[in-house]
């Protein structure tokens, strides 16, 4: 639909959205849902980098080169890219790489950018697409994990591993229909049971080998890298699973704001982590064996054992939970700003709305997460395939970030773009680390974000075309006035009529088509156009815009963020009690494009007309999405060529 622009006004770090809900509350909240996946990655990140590239041996000089590069990880790129900055660059309170998308292309009138998306844009889509690689990798690698907590407690129970991973993940999937609403106020005491538990497990270790606290000296980083050469760079590809998860941080931001997500981290988070990986270090310097099983487990005593297993479980499929909600919300926000096609979505909280269900994308990835598991059968394997997804985002928010500070912030060209080469700087590093991984596994969720990256530029490009094909038939006000209006005037049906017509000018082609020009017409029409807009909500009271354009003619224009589904109940709710008839509409009428190939230079790609059309056709019917009466709805087929 055609977008209606906007200018919205830019305020850094908006914290309206908290209302006056407690920031405690919010912050424990924010532990649930934001930290679950980096929270979890002490199951496996610690131990999986000694297995990076050629393999480091559990000496004193690695345990403690190892330790200062997940620590200063955690320094550069949670504590100063993303708490201290990243968290700044909100949309009207909202975040996540689409609002960053939608916050950099607001300024620009679609019509403008209609021959091709900046390159920012499409690295944002990238971006975006390769978030849906690490939501098949992220439940996959974390469930798994915690669930091999079993085998570190008996190997008998080895061979349970992974069905009882598959297990967990089906039924994860399966609930998804429920909503998250009646088990989401236990995710953050869950949470925080958790971050206490790895916290008290570390101060143990170290009390015992304290030593280890000097990897909080770069320099011991710094030595690990030079000392071991180029090769070393690998490391960093398992070191990056120590921030995994890290853009939720940034994407959960409109449901709890900046302030509880930085409380979050800093009081409970952060100091957790770091406690735990210390552990980890000093128990790998006392016996360098258990990195052959789980140093993560090693800190606990037998009789905790099965304790911290369940524990493990449940942390990791909250983690799982908001990631998988993610996609969902993600996706909904794509198909607003244009970039997928309709898709059916369910509401599972009549108090939320952000709270939904995308039954097509919840098979989806829980299949491909299935069929992840049943392929790699051990987190080590799956450490290979993870890491490329989130380090490709991560670079994409740093891309963006630089002309957020320096076009929205007006802050001096040098600091923008200074802060934005150093966060490139990191970036590039762990993404140094990863794409070797390409071989090893990385390609599983590199071919998946490549696939969604293609329908995203697919429908945009196809959607784009079909708009302007149906402006051109749009008829001109003054030449319905003259030459439609009259001939219709003795043949009018005291009844009202609704047009749906993704264009804001003129009249639409199906209100001046040949059958209709030769039969009995309403006196009332309605031209409805839905208009999503690049912000995350727009309220009631100025969501409709109405426009007398002919006696018999009134044009309604319906504004929608892309965070919000439009349905024609709520527009006519919207509507009040402006005397328009829509109580009693005998009819919707709306077109139906058939794509024909276009013969003219500058067409679209056969085999781009192929997925576009297929797309088009697997859409959700608009009857389904607006909720217009089947029964009452007539739609007029017409040539497009694209």
């Not at 797309?615 to 009857?623: F, G, Q, S, V």
Request: hydrophobic share 50%; aromatic share 10%.
């Amino acid at each position: 639909m055609v977008t209606i622009r906007t200018m919205p006004s830019f305020t850094p770090s908006s914290e309206r959205r908290q209302g006056v809900t407690p920031l405690a509350v919010l912050s424990l909240a924010a532990l649930g849902i934001v930290f679950g996946d980096i929270g979890t990655s002490p199951l496996y990140a610690f131990r999986l980098c000694f297995f990076a590239g050629p393999g480091y041996a559990a000496r004193a000089e690695n345990v403690l080169g190892i330790l200062s590069l997940i620590v200063w990880a955690l320094i550069l790129v949670v504590c100063v890219k993303y708490a201290t900055f990243v968290l700044r660059a909100d949309y009207e309170g909202e975040g996540g790489t689409l609002a960053l998308l939608a916050l950099l292309l607001a300024p620009i009138p679609r019509s403008s950018v209609s021959k091709r998306l900046p390159w920012l844009a499409f690295a944002l889509l990238l971006g975006a697409a390769m978030l849906y690689g690490d939501g098949i990798i992220t439940p996959a690698i974390s469930v798994l994990s915690a669930v091999e907590g079993l085998d570190v407690a008996t190997r008998a129970l080895h061979p349970v591993v992974v069905p009882v991973t598959v297990a967990i993940l089906a039924a994860l999937f399966f609930v998804q229909a429920r909503g998250t609403g009646k088990i989401g106020s236990v995710f953050g005491p869950i949470m925080l049971l958790w971050f206490i538990a790895i916290g008290a497990g570390g101060i143990v270790a170290l009390v015992h080998e304290p030593r280890v606290l000097v990897a909080l000296n770069p320099r011991y980083a710094f030595n690990f890298m030079t000392h071991n050469g180029p090769p070393s760079i690998l490391v960093l590809g398992a070191v990056v699973l120590s921030v995994s998860g890290v853009e939720a941080l940034y994407a959960d931001l409109g449901h709890f704001g900046g302030s509880a997500i930085r409380l979050a981290w800093y009081a409970a988070c952060f100091p957790a982590l770091l406690l735990n990986y210390f552990g980890q270090g000093a128990l790998a310097l006392r016996d360098p064996r258990v990195l052959s099983s789980s140093s993560f487990y090693a800190l606990y005593p037998g009789w905790a054992m099965f304790a911290m297993v369940a524990l493990s479980t449940a942390a990791t499929v909250i983690a799982s939970q908001a990631l998988i909600s993610g996609a969902f919300s993600m996706t909904q926000e794509a198909v607003q700003l244009g970039y997928l096609p309709r898709l059916r979505v369910l509401h599972t909280s009549s108090e939320r709305a952000g709270q939904i269900f995308i039954p097509a994308v919840n098979v989806m990835l829980a299949c491909a997460c299935i069929a992840v598991v049943l392929g790699f059968r051990s987190s080590e394997r799956l450490g290979s395939a993870y890491g490329l997804a989130v380090t490709v985002t991560m670079l994409a928010t740093s891309f963006a970030f630089g002309q957020v500070a320096r076009l929205r912030f007006k802050w001096p060209p040098l600091a923008a773009y200074g802060l934005s080469v150093v966060f490139l700087g990191v970036d590039l590093a762990f993404l140094a680390g990863n794409i070797v991984k390409v071989m090893d596994g990385a390609w599983v969720p590199a071919s998946i974000a490549f696939v969604v990256f293609t329908l995203f530029v697919t429908w945009e490009s196809g959607r784009r075309r079909v708009a302007a094909a149906f402006a051109k038939l749009q008829a001109p006000l003054d030449v319905y006035e003259r030459e439609e209006y009259p001939r219709r005037a003795a043949r009018l049906s005291p009844e009202t009529a609704v047009f749906l017509t993704t264009d804001s000018e003129g009249i639409p082609f199906v209100l001046h088509h040949a059958w209709l020009s030769t039969h009995v017409l309403h006196d009332n029409i309605v031209i409805i156009t839905i208009a999503h807009e690049r912000r995350p909500t727009i309220r009631k009271e100025d969501r409709i815009v109405f426009e007398q354009v002919a006696p018999d003619v009134t044009r309604i224009v319906a504004r929608y963020g892309y965070m919000q589904l439009p349905s024609i109940g709520d527009i006519i709710d919207c509507c009040g009690e402006k005397p328009l008839g829509l109580d009693a509409v005998s009819a919707y009428y709306l077109p139906h494009p058939r794509l024909v190939r276009d013969l003219a230079r500058g067409a679209m790609p056969g085999w781009q007309r192929f997925v576009y059309a297929f797309m088009a056709r697997n859409a959700t019917p608009l009857t389904e999405s607006l909720g217009l009466p089947v029964e009452s709805t007539i739609e007029f087929g017409v040539r497009i060529s694209v």
